[in-house]
């Protein structure tokens, strides 16, 4: 027996006192009503009706079940409703995770803007300093660099490249003086960016793809970005960061590019936009990854086509 079908047909007779008043508001034959009504009887082990040839009355028991039934079906209709809304308009609260370098210089003004499209999403942010299982932590949607998020199949959106640069203080190159070549940076002091990093090679490429790798052992050495523009701003050595990172630095006069005459190989980094590649994605989810698309293409970043990546 559907129980929950068998409800709303008993209810519809108790409503209109007749098995056949209710089986044409139904659309279903007089013998299908009559069969859901003897079934829940049967299950309840209870007369919910009394039958005359002229008319239906419901009995004690009977009147109380459909009070029942009216409860728990609008209780149900009203939860389906709520759900049915909530996949076409953008309401909950939305898990995000995100790579802590990127979220702390560039990540606020992104989500001030979606909140103010969409106030009915509340926004859970997690900082990324570790891999995360995105399905298995619930979060709806990551803005991550390459293999920082696993998770069965997920959909990424690239968003755009972040280039990375070697900078030093004014003060720190008024002091040592600027590197003319890549070999010259083993003179200066070396602030990694990545912690527990020993003596690691770098490899710099002029504008006409000569090549010139130079080993460089840190004096200090961190993994997070904004500690390492300080140590920079504080003029403890030279350091390799993305390069919006510091822009106003350099723009201010606070920080000096060197080297600028090479690109740095392999530092440069991908942000790309991560979320589970399920057949029905919520409302909240498509809303912020269209608006976050729609974001870094209106800055002029062209986001490639989603693709599906299996971890």
């Given at each position: 027996?559907?129980?929950?079908q068998a409800m709303r047909v008993?209810?519809?007779v108790?409503?209109n006192g007749?098995f056949?008043?209710?089986?044409?508001?139904?659309?279903?034959?007089?013998?299908?009503?009559?069969r859901?009504?003897?079934?829940?009887e049967?299950?309840?082990?209870?007369?919910l009706?009394?039958?005359t040839?002229r008319s239906?009355?419901?009995?004690?028991?009977?009147?109380a079940?459909?009070?029942?039934?009216?409860?728990?079906l609008?209780?149900?209709d009203?939860?389906?409703s709520?759900i049915?809304?909530t996949?076409?308009?953008?309401?909950?609260t939305?898990?995000?995770v995100?790579v802590?370098?990127?979220s702390?210089?560039?990540l606020?003004?992104?989500?001030?803007?979606?909140?103010?499209?969409h106030?009915?999403?509340?926004l859970?942010?997690t900082?990324?300093?570790r891999p995360v299982d995105?399905?298995?932590?619930?979060?709806d949607?990551g803005i991550v660099g390459?293999?920082?998020?696993?998770?069965?199949?997920l959909?990424?959106?690239?968003?755009?490249?972040?280039?990375?640069?070697?900078?030093?203080s004014?003060a720190?190159i008024g002091?040592?003086?600027?590197?003319a070549?890549?070999?010259?940076l083993?003179r200066?002091?070396?602030?990694?960016?990545?912690?527990?990093?020993?003596?690691?090679?770098?490899?710099f490429?002029?504008?006409?793809?000569?090549?010139?790798t130079?080993?460089?052992e840190p004096a200090y050495?961190?993994n997070?970005a904004?500690?390492?523009?300080?140590?920079?701003l504080?003029?403890?050595?030279?350091?390799?960061?993305?390069?919006?990172?510091?822009?106003?630095?350099l723009?201010?006069g606070?920080?000096?590019?060197v080297?600028s005459g090479?690109r740095?190989?392999g530092?440069?980094?991908?942000?790309?936009?991560?979320?589970?590649g399920?057949?029905?994605?919520?409302a909240?989810?498509?809303?912020?990854?269209?608006?976050?698309?729609?974001?870094?293409?209106?800055a002029?970043?062209?986001?490639?086509?989603?693709?599906?990546?299996?971890?």
């Open positions: 027996m559907n129980h929950l008993f209810l519809k108790a409503e007749s056949g008043r209710a089986a044409a508001s139904l659309e279903l034959s007089n013998a299908v009503v009559t859901y009504v003897a079934l829940l049967t299950h309840l082990n209870t007369r009706v009394n039958r040839t239906v009355s419901l009995t004690e028991a009977g009147l079940y459909a009070e029942g039934c009216r409860q728990t609008e209780q149900l009203a939860m389906e709520s049915s809304q996949a076409t308009d953008p309401a909950g939305l898990k995000l995100a802590a370098s990127f702390l210089f560039g606020t003004p992104l989500l001030q803007q979606y909140r103010a499209r106030p009915k999403v509340k859970a942010v900082l990324l300093h995105l399905i298995e932590e619930g979060f949607v390459p293999g920082q998020v696993t998770g069965g199949t959909i990424k959106r690239s968003l755009f490249t972040v280039s990375a640069i070697a900078v030093a004014r720190y002091t040592h003086g600027m590197p070549t890549p070999a010259s083993a200066h002091t070396f602030l990694a960016p990545s912690a527990n990093q020993s003596i690691s090679d770098w490899i490429v002029t504008e006409d793809g000569r090549e010139e130079v080993s460089l050495s961190v997070n904004v500690m390492l523009r300080q140590a920079a504080a003029d403890m050595g030279i350091t390799i960061l993305p390069e919006n990172h510091v822009a106003e630095d723009l201010e606070t920080l000096v590019q080297l090479y740095i190989k530092a440069d980094k991908e942000v790309s936009l991560v979320y589970p399920r057949r029905h994605v919520s909240k989810t498509r809303s912020f990854v269209d608006f976050t698309v729609d974001y870094f293409r209106a002029g970043v062209q986001p490639l086509s989603p693709a599906f990546q299996n971890t």
